[in-house]
């Protein structure tokens, strides 16, 4: 067969590579000039480093099993990272039992009931058990109100703002229960298994076609060909096209109609900046920021993670939101907009100042985190379309998870070996 692959990032570069080795002809065709969509990666001192932070957890089975058989599994470790939180003003240790145990703003009794509550929740297998549950229902109730309110509100306030009441348990189980200590990384990023999957596709007659951003995908019946046009006036015959791009950009490929279930779940959109800084900001890998008047939602020190010397001696720090697309966030300039969160940085680190940042980078992408409500798995749409050789896998099928590499390289796997082989 002859397929379409719309999409270069981990969905479309892993199926891509299934196919060309059980001898489909493949065309992959990538909106952007990169490979690795929301995994893309920018160079720091020549070192590929993702524009939005990236790792991996020791329960990420589907690629750690692909990192493997691309042969990269001795660049792959795991490293023992550290956790904050923000509150008040001060910074508190979260990343061990111990830490949460010691957690000043709650109360002994209540950092033993969060303690308990997310034992629980690592304890259950199935997370569908929580689909209609509301999450901050689940916490106020097991959690307290107290741990609720310090901990788990503000988190899930500052990622999904006024949605945040209507945010699913299951999506909450499914961040907590997969999660472990060690994360992993890619020495030299992971650009390296985008690129190995790209040599791959290409060494078995594959072709990949940037700047190929989808403009419409038709078919006249089973057994026609599906025809897909890009905005830069391309056209393409395949036999059968697996679209790997958010729902809302298929949707309007294929001219659904506004009350087309294809339309019904809501994405947010991501900014970020990685600052290149000539010396460290905050004293953890991750720092949850539990405070609403922040126009941020956490700092990710990468070189806490991985040395400084392996970008040439700077200190990485990645400033990270979801946000609408419609927010001042997303849409204000980015050297105001750092300008803007100076001050708050400086919240965290008295010290800080903006010389202290030598070059910055800012990435933006309009669909990359979905708003799991209760009520999102019913708006979630089956692989198979409407037309009979266009198949669909997007993040927006994960659930109950909601994005990440190691699941959408499973997903990749699923749709090909059940309906493209």
């Not at 503000?154 to 299951?170: D, Q, T, V, Y």
Request: aromatic share 12%; with cysteine; proline share 6%.
């Amino acid at each position: 067969m002859r397929v379409g692959v719309i999409g270069a990032g981990a969905t479309g570069l892993t199926a891509a590579y299934d196919l060309t080795r059980s001898g489909q002809e493949v065309v992959v065709l990538e909106a952007a000039h990169e490979l690795g969509g929301l995994a893309g990666s920018l160079l720091i001192d020549q070192v590929p480093l993702e524009r939005f932070y990236h790792h991996l957890f020791g329960t990420d089975r589907a690629i750690i099993e692909l990192i493997g058989e691309l042969g990269l599994a001795d660049r792959l470790r795991f490293h023992a990272t550290t956790t904050g939180i923000y509150h008040r003003g001060r910074l508190h240790a979260f990343s061990t039992p111990a830490d949460m145990l010691r957690f000043s703003p709650l109360p002994l009794v209540d950092r033993l009931r969060f303690g308990l509550s997310s034992a629980a929740i690592k304890a259950v297998r199935h997370g569908e058990r929580f689909n209609d549950v509301a999450a901050l229902d689940w916490t106020r109730r097991w959690a307290g109100r107290r741990a609720s309110s310090v901990i788990w509100e503000p988190l899930l306030a500052g990622k999904f703002g006024n949605r945040a009441a209507e945010i699913s348990m299951a999506w909450l189980w499914a961040r907590v229960h997969c999660r472990t200590f060690k994360l992993g990384y890619l020495d030299g990023g992971f650009a390296q298994l985008y690129t190995a999957l790209a040599e791959r596709v290409t060494l078995e007659g594959g072709k990949l076609e940037f700047g190929r951003k989808l403009s419409t995908i038709s078919q006249a019946g089973a057994g026609r060909p599906v025809l897909v046009s890009t905005e830069d006036g391309s056209r393409y015959e395949f036999d059968r096209v697996l679209v790997t791009v958010p729902q809302p950009a298929f949707a309007k490929a294929v001219g659904a109609d506004p009350q087309d279930s294809l339309w019904q779940n809501h994405y947010l959109g991501a900014t970020c900046f990685v600052l290149e800084l000539d010396r460290s900001v905050i004293p953890y890998y991750w720092l949850n920021v539990n405070d609403p008047e922040f126009p941020f939602l956490a700092l990710v020190e990468h070189t806490r993670m991985i040395p400084p010397r392996e970008y040439g001696g700077r200190h990485l720090l990645y400033v990270g939101n979801y946000v609408p697309r419609d927010d001042w966030r997303f849409v204000t300039p980015p050297e105001e907009l750092l300008d803007r969160f100076a001050p708050f940085i400086r919240r965290i680190n008295p010290d800080f100042d903006l010389s202290w940042v030598k070059r910055w980078h800012f990435s933006r992408s309009g669909f990359a985190q979905p708003v799991v409500t209760s009520a999102y798995r019913a708006w979630i749409p089956p692989h198979t379309t409407e037309l009979p050789g266009v198949f669909l896998a997007t993040m927006a099928q994960v659930y109950p998870q909601d994005r990440g590499q190691n699941y959408a390289v499973a997903m990749a796997r699923k749709v090909v070996r059940d309906h493209l082989s």
